[in-house]
């Protein structure tokens, strides 16, 4: 089983729309989270950084850790076709490094 | 200005030549990692540093060396390149307090 499995997509949305994100991951151990946002041929940007559970918030997009289903999700609020991109969800190891899913494709329409 | 540059952005070579990679950080941030992107795999680690002249295997190290004699700079050299490490490799870096990794633009290595 892998460490963190994400649906590739791709995802398509109309502009507007409230886009959800997810990844699951394995290791009920883990506690860090993170989001990046990948445009096509640059490098991974950190989008959020969660601790434990719960939901943080930064403008548009809401990040959200349930640690009891080992589920992480990234929500995007009136979503832009700025925002198409591949989004990639990691979470902090047993060795403090990072796992990476294999991102979800998001196309936004106008 | 500020931040992770690696160069070169593009390479073609032919298999069984050597080639390096550079990777350059201005924030004196004491890690740095060296990943693979492939299509299927995601990003993977192939080797990082935790400080000058300490260095540590990843995931997927083979065929691959590294070196860190000053902190800013973290080159990965193929030695002998083949067809199978075509892909694009992104350098990051973060600092020993946190686990936010920053990336560079990535290189896109052909091998023919």
Known sequence: QKEVEQDPGPLSVPEGAIVSLNCTYSNSAFQYFMWYRQYSRKGPELLMYTYSSGNKEDGRFTAQVDKSSKYISLFIRDSQPSDSATYLCAIVNAGNMLTFGGGTRLMVKP | ?112
């Open chain 2, 1 to 112: 200005d500020a931040g992770i540059t690696q160069s070169p952005r593009y390479k073609i070579t032919e298999t069984g030549r050597q080639v390096t990679l550079m990777c350059h950080q201005t924030w004196s941030h004491s890690y740095m990692f060296w990943y693979r992107q492939d299509l299927g795999h995601g990003l993977r680690l192939i080797y990082y540093s935790a400080a000058a002249d300490i260095t540590d295997k990843g995931e997927v190290p083979d065929g691959y060396v590294v070196s860190r004699s000053k902190t800013e700079n973290f080159p990965l050299t193929l030695e002998s390149a083949t067809r199978s490490q075509t892909s694009v490799y992104f350098c990051a870096s973060r600092t020993g307090g946190s686990y936010e990794q920053y990336f560079g633009p990535g290189t896109r290595l052909t091998v023919t």
